[in-house]
């Protein structure tokens, strides 16, 4: 039986479905073969299909017609549940409430007294953090910071209750002034930030209130079942854990709705999606249906690829329809790599670093001699930083974090300038019904011909603005472009109160002392008393500071900002391994380095006795990036001598190159 068949078995038994397909498998057009066999077969049938993005909802419907629900997830979440305010309001609480601090024991830690107390700490001071900012949004209220380690390590137990108790107190008056509110003021605000001041929620929002609408109200899931009897949902893996179970532990029993996930485990590379739905499988509630097809790439790509899988699907090349032979189908792939003594890390000397970048940079270039016309995919880093033109941004956040990609875009999005540089690409790209959906969001009023020219005139001016990033969004804010949001005034407010907090003696001392001694050993041998963890929290404060400074000054341009905005976009020839997930690339050249991130680590990734969570994770971002070549595929990678016989075992044909 084809796939199809088996899909259609379980359409007509009533059961629900995972069809694994890996990259280029064709399953967007199994999707719309299913869809004509139910409109064939089941013709009074509805049926909804759910998507992630508004791009894959258009691409769905260019496929299949108009005459489906095919919606974003929260779209068709929204069109559920935004009648039912009242309930809402029983649940929207638990958007705003501060998830208290629990203490892991020392056998979670594997008996090691150290580590425990250093996570312990750590934990403690995201969770103050939390509070601290839940409490200013909600009370106006400002705290001091979270007291250090030392201080927290003579007594966890009093300081995790302590912060507990004060964590209770906040979320009883959150639900206390909920109550007071006016329900019928709720509602989905289609913004990325929760609004409690307004009552409304955002994307994330949206997903955990519905999640607690179906668990709490089961008379909602027997109304999503009464308007829908087949939802497919596609690329599953990507889909928010919570979201799934809604459709496959929250519906009611009876007059079962049939859900069917089109997708791949082996593509979960983002970390608030359920990655694969193998315990559904295991207990008989999805019917596992594998699709070994692939119509992207070329043979040699696709054996390549298959290598890399951990989960026993196997491709085979599919020809497309205007294909006649394998021979149109073939292509290369070269794996060439160099040994060194030694990788440096985070703490490395930028010596070190700079010299290793260097041999990473010379595979490069003799990849892309062999292979001209290439996309670089790669793990976000300093050199890509320099030739993508947002560097100052880079280092903004490389001063202060060891892995700064993993922050740009949590802070940009929290400060809005995502939604502004949406605002004025959509602009560039003539995407006009985008804008003014966006702009009527935050009202801003489009009545008459100078209201056109005064948008046009503001849009251009930013496009054309060679200031600030903070000053460029500021602007915005004036002239109504986008509203500010809770998440902007908190993550202000806190910074503010931050750098005001830096005036004290003992802080101006290190400070001053720093900028010549910027090492605990040079401190002391200059004989400057300072034990390891005050070094290491005034330290860390010091860097604080400098980030708060480096990011909203003149240093960091809105141009840097949409150059970064383009490279996520992947408007350039290089682009990041992480978020990496495309349509099919003709040459591809992936560079197999951590670029000293300690989220992955591609060391044992040929090692099939290592199921470490974290190899897994690059396993998967290695695959992802790979599958996206059509034809010729070429990795780099330096390695320590120990590496070799790994490598050769996974791919004989690597290339050992001399630098």
Not at 262 to 281: C, N
Not at 517 to 544: A, P, V, Y
Not at 564 to 592: A, F, P, R
Request: net charge negative; proline share 2%; hydrophobic share 30%.
């Amino acid at each position: 039986m084809t796939p199809l068949d088996k899909i259609k078995q379980s359409i007509e038994e009533n059961k629900s479905f995972v069809l694994q397909g890996g990259a280029g498998s064709g399953k967007t057009e199994t999707l719309k073969e299913v869809l004509e066999y139910i409109t064939e077969n089941y013709p009074d049938k509805k049926v909804a299909c759910i998507t992630h993005t508004n791009l894959a909802v258009d691409e769905i419907k260019s496929r299949v017609g108009e005459q489906y629900t095919i919606s974003t997830i929260h779209s068709f979440l929204n069109s559920i549940i935004k009648d039912y305010k009242k309930n809402i309001s029983q649940c929207i609480s638990e958007l705003f409430k501060v998830k208290k601090i629990e203490r892991k024991e020392i056998e979670f830690y594997e008996g090691d007294e150290k580590v425990q107390k250093k996570k312990e700490h750590e934990k403690y001071k995201k969770i103050y953090e939390k509070y601290a900012k839940k409490l200013f949004t909600i009370q106006s209220e400002s705290i001091g910071k979270a007291i250090g380690k030392r201080e927290y390590d003579k007594d966890p137990i009093s300081y995790n209750f302590d912060l507990n108790t004060r964590i209770d107190e906040l979320n009883e008056i959150i639900k206390s002034q909920i109550k007071e509110m006016n329900y019928n003021n709720i509602k989905y605000n289609e913004t990325r930030f929760d609004s409690y001041n307004d009552l409304t929620f955002g994307h994330d929002g949206l997903l955990e209130i519905s999640y607690q609408l179906f668990r709490t109200f089961p008379k909602i899931g027997k109304i999503l079942q009464d308007r829908f009897d087949y939802v497919f949902i596609d690329e599953y893996q990507d889909a928010n854990e919570k979201i799934i179970k809604v459709f496959l532990e929250c519906l009611p029993e009876t007059e079962k709705t049939v859900i069917g996930l089109f997708g791949d485990s082996m593509q979960s590379i983002y970390s608030d999606g359920i990655g694969d739905v193998q315990k559904y499988i295991s207990i008989g509630l999805l019917n596992e249906i594998p699709k070994e097809d692939n119509y992207r790439c070329s043979v040699q790509v696709i054996d390549f690829i298959n290598k890399i899988r951990n989960d026993g699907l196997r491709q085979e090349v599919a020809l497309k329809h205007s294909e006649k032979s394998l021979d149109e189908r073939q292509g290369t792939v070269n794996f060439y790599y160099s040994i060194v003594e030694s990788k440096p890390n985070a703490f490395s000397s930028p010596e070190d670093k700079n010299e290793y970048i260097g041999k990473i940079n010379t595979l490069i270039n003799l990849a892309n001699s062999t292979q001209a016309n290439s996309k670089l995919l790669m793990l976000t880093n300093k050199s890509i930083s320099v030739e993508a033109g947002f560097s100052k941004l880079y280092d903004t956040f490389a001063e202060r974090y060891q892995e700064p990609k993993e922050y740009i875009e949590e802070v940009l999005i929290r400060l809005q300038f995502m939604d502004l540089i949406e605002l004025c690409q959509s602009y560039k790209n003539g995407n006009y019904n985008y804008i003014l959906s966006e702009l009527k969001k935050v009202g801003y009023p489009i009545r008459t011909i100078e209201d056109k020219q005064k948008l046009k005139d503001d849009i251009e001016h930013l496009l054309g603005f060679d200031g600030s990033a903070i000053d460029a969004l500021n602007y915005a804010f004036n002239n109504n472009l986008i509203k500010k949001s809770e998440s902007f005034d908190s993550y202000m407010s806190r910074k503010d109160a931050f750098l005001s907090d830096l005036n004290n003696e003992d802080y101006q001392a290190f400070k001053s002392n720093y900028s010549s001694h910027n090492t605990l050993k040079k401190m002391r041998d200059s004989g400057i008393e300072i034990e390891e963890e005050e070094f290491k929290e005034l330290e860390k404060e010091l860097k604080k500071e400098n980030f708060y400074l480096g990011l909203f000054s003149p240093t960091v341009t809105f141009n840097e900002i949409i150059n970064y905005y383009n490279y996520m976009n992947e408007e350039i020839d290089y682009i990041t391994m992480h978020k990496t997930k495309g349509s099919g690339i003709d040459n591809v050249i992936v560079v197999l380095d951590e670029y000293f991130w300690n989220e992955y680590d591609f060391t044992n990734l040929f090692d099939s006795s290592n199921n470490e969570a974290k190899k897994i994770d690059s396993q998967k971002l290695f695959y992802v990036a790979c599958s996206r070549t059509k034809t010729n595929l070429t990795c780099v990678r330096l390695i320590k001598e120990d590496e070799e016989t790994l490598l050769k075992q996974f791919y004989p044909d690597a290339i050992n190159v001399s630098l």
